[in-house]
């Protein structure tokens, strides 16, 4: 297939560009891009040597076709030219058509010929459809015959059918065209690669506009039919599959008429897209593009996360009738998920590629897996959870044990519903997370607790099928400076463990098995990232404060011992919050109170003289130990979490304080409680520490009272109560990343809901202002904590409202600390008074990165 | 004679008299055109000599060829592919060569100017980079075919450079972005033509000394 390459000054552009030829090309179309310049491609220009990468990247015999924007593109474009070989050369066109309209054309005739002149001559009368609806003229197809400036192009096989022409023996119909949209671009493409099936000539005229009938071989000329929604179209169809083209193309039209195709956005490159995407995937070709989760750079031998299914001690068997209404009610559950899924990702992915979540959906309900499952049960005395496995690992190996790839493939499926009706039973899984070798480790997700278990010496970076970038798992692998792609699914790209693979987390790229030239470029690029990292983390040991002497405070957010050892290497003047959840993770029983001691006065030790915030165990939602029985909850995140849950379990929280005071004999530590939302939870928690205080003295145990105490504002009601709050703790730390998904009702893990969860929203940095403005008046001081103290453009704003504190992944400190001192106070003031006026996210980024700009702080 | 260190010395001189002028050109391009000529050819050049910094040239072929390949991946507007290929016919003409004659330069100098030609597709008059080098190729013909000392043939060709850019105040644009503009980009200088004039000014004051 011949391949494209799209040059653009601009990436995103480009990439804009690329996501709508995606739409009309062929799923295994090779479309390049190269666009943009400097390290991260984000400022305008065009590199005559990517160009010459990416055409090389898409190159086969049947040649490569080069659209581009203007000016130095076209330069640039040529001159990549001297970079390939003569024989390269001669099989690349530089195509002088609009780039929009040329590469969309191009796309779309990819599916029909491998004739790179015809897709040339097709890209260059794009602009035709358009000129046409504008009443701009002359235009060939307006009158029905080659206009002058047409002749001297290539000839191309879109040609009008001169009425007179038309012979007695062909077939025609009349069809009303149903779809919404008319017979815009994907319909028409459905529509000629329908004729395309044939042994017949198809033409199609537009009745009701009086069009001259155009053959169904040219995008372009089908879009200049201008066809809309309820207007008549004849299809005329001439040779020996006449009536069969005919019947074929008033089938499609029927089918627009059920479901309509729609122009919609790029899909979002989630695990479902991307499998299909790889099924077609030969190695050696280009990247692909997942989701950005934790920047670096890495390439290395792939390894898989194995998973193994381990019975859950409880799953002993009841009455076989018990087990087998067991099994059904959650058969039951995983089909109501299936299609809650399914409906989600129909939105996103459209019909075709969410129906995977349907076509699992059918095969829970396969008779015959049943069947065995139900044998199983009452025949073999099995319980539900070996039953249902047992039936699905047979079903499984019959399925891999077939020849057509399309049928092994399905295993894949039959695994996946094996795991979601399991994982109804109980905690079942469990995962080698040790590697012997470096490698990148590819899961289908990985929770906060795994992550946090990862050594960075041998994970060298990560993908995942799954991820958003501000879950929990995201943050970690951001602050332990794993490089990680999220919404790649490598479980169907038929790589292997050892197969090589690289990845750029900034940039979401993903190489599947890169030639050595490739894997040479990634090296050398991964080695430079790795220097900037330690060349940022060497220069930022000075003090935190702005230009005018202002001292802001930077701490760390630490989730684990290993990640207290990068604050202290990154420069970070304490810890602001230590989640202790890592402790509380993946074991049968919670932590003593001498391991607590232990770890709280290693990670103190550390950091002194600086101080380390603690805060008391923050599960529910995502991140539940499994000896916390809480019931399930419709929806976790409004359900019992942070202080809620401490309260509940008065031995736990009771061990925890008791730990903290205990570390506090020796070292400044403060305690913190996360998710406060209430004075009466402020008051029973201080009592518990009360309560330590009298039990330590009691016992005779040295330890530190009173402590310091302060509460995560992470709700409205916590926002709104700040003045009561303010007089009674210490400090407050505001955990942006809850507070934005609680005040906006939008879920954190939710792809779909990611344009929400940003903190910058003007709702939150009122919210902060009110807190501050609350606290400062008793006194009291405020950090900021969440994901947005990571970000460039939120600092000057946040230093700006007052903040005295910014804790973030340790990652990030070296960069916000080198921004930091190019900030004003009294010039970040006003941004923020300007800011906390703005009516969305976008005018607050706006004024923030102009504020970035001005002071030369975008680059780290 | 010139040696590979002369080039150096040129190029490190070259950097800092467009950083010296970045301001400058970026102020040029802002009146008719799109503001970054300036910034673009100055992160060029520091990338070039971050390149040098790393590694030393073998000789004067491969020290142009390395100024021509970062000039190319990193100043990004019209001006990359231009100067890119100005240096890098200039890198093919010189290549293998650890020392060159004043009627090599000459040489040089003319072949790089022909393929920016070929490139931009300019030709004199059209307010571009080519009307102050193609008086200079000219004048430095010229001066050595007089007779002149080398110095003074590069001042010459310097001297025409100069007359060059300022014949391009009142040239109407027809090429690059500036022509968009028509008529309305007479009166100001063209930046591409300043930075060339800029590149030849240094290698007359570097190569003052040179016999």
């Known amino acids: 297939m011949v391949g494209l390459v799209i040059v653009s000054h601009s990436r995103q552009l480009a990439e804009g560009l690329l996501g709508l030829a995606r739409q009309v090309a062929p799923r295994q179309a090779k479309i390049a891009i190269a666009a943009g310049i400097g390290e991260e491609h984000q400022e305008i220009g065009t590199d005559a040597l990517e160009i010459a990468a990416a055409i090389r990247s898409v190159y086969s015999e049947e040649g490569v076709l080069v659209l581009m924007d203007l000016g130095s593109a076209v330069l640039s474009a040529e001159m990549a030219l001297e970079f390939l070989s003569e024989a390269e050369r001669q099989r690349v066109r530089l195509c002088p058509a609009p780039v929009v309209e040329g590469t969309l054309a191009a796309a779309a005739q990819l599916a029909l010929s491998a004739d790179l002149d015809k897709i040339y001559a097709e890209a260059l009368i794009a602009l035709t459809p358009k000129q046409l609806h504008l009443g701009y003229s002359p235009s060939p197809y307006e009158r029905g015959a080659r206009g002058e400036g047409w002749q001297s192009q290539p000839s191309t096989s879109a040609q009008a059918l001169p009425s007179e022409s038309i012979p007695e023996d062909e077939l025609s119909l009349i069809v009303r065209l149903e779809n919404p949209h008319g017979l815009h671009a994907r319909p028409a493409t459905q529509l000629l690669q329908t004729a395309a099936r044939f042994d017949a000539q198809v033409w199609v005229a537009n009745l009701d506009r009086n069009t001259p009938a155009v053959e169904a071989v040219s995008l372009n000329a089908l879009l200049a039919l201008g066809a809309t929604q309820g207007q008549r179209l004849r299809v005329i169809a001439r040779g020996p599959q006449a009536a069969e083209a005919l019947a074929a193309i008033q089938d499609l039209m029927d089918a627009w008429q059920r479901h309509p195709v729609l122009e919609e956005a790029p899909p979002m490159p989630l695990a479902g897209e991307t499998k299909e995407r790889l099924e077609q995937t030969a190695p050696e070709e280009k990247a692909i593009r997942g989701v950005p989760i934790a920047e670096g750079i890495a390439v290395a031998p792939i390894h898989f996360l194995q998973t193994t299914w381990v019975e859950p001690p409880s799953s002993g068997a009841a009455s076989p009738r018990q087990e087998w209404q067991r099994l059904q009610a959650a058969i039951q559950k995983v089909e109501g998920d299936l299609q809650v899924r399914f409906e989600r990702l129909r939105g996103q992915l459209g019909e075709e590629k969410a129906a995977i979540f349907q076509a699992q959906a059918l095969f829970l309900r396969d008779p015959l897996l049943l069947e065995r499952a139900r044998q199983l049960i009452l025949k073999d005395n099995l319980n539900a959870w070996q039953a249902w496995k047992q039936a699905c690992d047979e079903a499984a190996q019959a399925f891999q044990q077939a020849d057509d790839s399309y049928l092994r493939q399905r295993a894949l499926d039959i695994l996946d519903i094996t795991r979601l009706v399991l994982a109804n039973f109980g905690e079942t899984k469990v995962e080698t997370l040790r590697l012997s070798e470096a490698a990148i480790l590819a899961a289908e997700e990985l929770t906060p607790n795994q992550v946090a278990e990862l050594d960075p010496q041998t994970v060298r970076g990560v993908i995942l099928a799954g991820g958003g970038a501000t879950s929990h798992s995201a943050i970690l692998l951001r602050g332990l400076g794993i490089p990680a792609v999220g919404g790649v699914d490598l479980a169907r790209s038929g790589l292997k463990d050892g197969d090589w693979i690289g990845i750029d987390g900034q940039s979401g790229e993903v190489w599947l098995c890169p030639g050595p030239a490739v894997i040479t470029e990634l090296e050398e690029k991964a080695r430079r990232w790795k220097e900037s990292r330690q060349r940022l983390l060497q220069s930022a040991r000075q003090p935190a404060q702005t230009r005018d002497g202002k001292r802001v405070e930077i701490l760390a957010n630490v989730g684990s011992l290993a990640e207290g050892k990068l604050a202290l290497t990154s420069g970070a003047e304490g810890i602001g919050v230590l989640r202790t959840e890592f402790l509380y993770q993946n074991r049968p029983h919670p932590p003593t109170e001498p391991e607590q001691v232990a770890v709280y006065c290693q990670l103190a030790e550390w950091l002194k003289p600086h101080a380390v915030v603690v805060r008391t165990l923050d599960v529910g939602g995502d991140k539940l130990p499994a000896y916390l029985s809480l019931p399930p909850e419709a929806n976790p995140y409004l359900g019992l979490r942070g202080i809620r849950v401490s309260l509940r379990y008065p031995d736990i929280f009771l061990t925890q304080i008791r730990a903290i005071l205990r570390a506090a004999t020796d070292y400044p530590i403060h305690l913190l409680l996360p998710m406060v939302a209430t004075l009466e939870e402020w008051e029973q928690a201080k009592a518990f520490v009360c309560k330590a205080h009298e039990q330590l003295d009691r016992e005779g145990i040295p330890h530190g009272y009173p402590v310091p105490m302060g509460i995560m504002v992470e709700t409205p009601a916590s926002v709104y109560l700040a003045e009561h709050f303010a007089k009674e703790v210490e400090f407050f730390s505001i955990g942006t990343n809850d507070l934005t998904q609680y005040t906006l009702a939008a879920e954190r893990g939710n792809p779909a809901l990611s344009e929400y969860n940003d903190a910058l929203h003007p709702a939150i940095l009122r919210q902060i202002q009110q807190v501050i403005s609350a606290a400062h008046a008793c006194g009291k001081r405020v950090t900021v904590c969440g994901e947005v103290a990571s970000l460039p453009e939120a600092l000057p704003i946040l230093v700006g409202l007052g903040t005295d504190e910014l804790s973030l992944n340790p990652n990030a400190i070296p960069q916000q600390k080198a921004i930091l001192a190019r900030v004003e106070s009294g010039e970040a003031q006003s941004l923020a008074q300007e800011v906390l006026k703005c009516r969305n996210v976008g005018e607050v980024r706006q004024l923030a990165q102009r504020f970035l700009a001005e002071i030369g702080g975008i680059e780290p | ?211």
């Open chain 2, 1 to 211: 004679m010139l040696t590979t260190t002369d080039f150096l010395r040129w190029i490190e001189r070259c950097a800092e008299v467009i950083a010296a002028n970045r301001d400058y050109l970026v102020e040029l391009d802002a009146a008719i055109g799109d503001a970054d000529h300036g910034a673009n050819m100055d992160r060029g050049f520091q990338a070039v000599m971050q390149k040098f910094a790393q590694e030393n040239p073998a000789e004067i072929g491969a020290l142009l060829k390395t100024v021509a390949m970062t000039l190319i991946s990193t100043v990004g507007g019209a001006a990359g592919p231009l100067y890119g290929t100005f240096f890098l016919q200039m890198a093919t003409k010189l290549a293998g060569k650890a020392e060159i004659s004043a009627a090599d330069w000459a040489a040089a100098l003319e072949a790089a100017v022909q393929g920016v030609q070929q490139r931009g597709k300019a030709e004199a008059g059209d307010k571009t980079m080519i009307d102050a080098l193609l008086p200079a190729v000219t004048a430095l013909r010229q001066a050595l075919s007089d007779g002149v000392a080398f110095s003074a043939a590069l001042k010459a060709a310097a001297q025409a450079a100069e007359q060059g850019m300022r014949e391009t105040i009142p040239l109407v644009a027809r090429k690059g972005r500036a022509s968009y503009l028509g008529e309305r980009s007479a009166g100001h200088q063209d930046p591409g033509a300043t930075s060339s004039y800029l590149l030849l000014k240094a290698a007359a004051e570097v190569w003052a000394g040179v016999e």
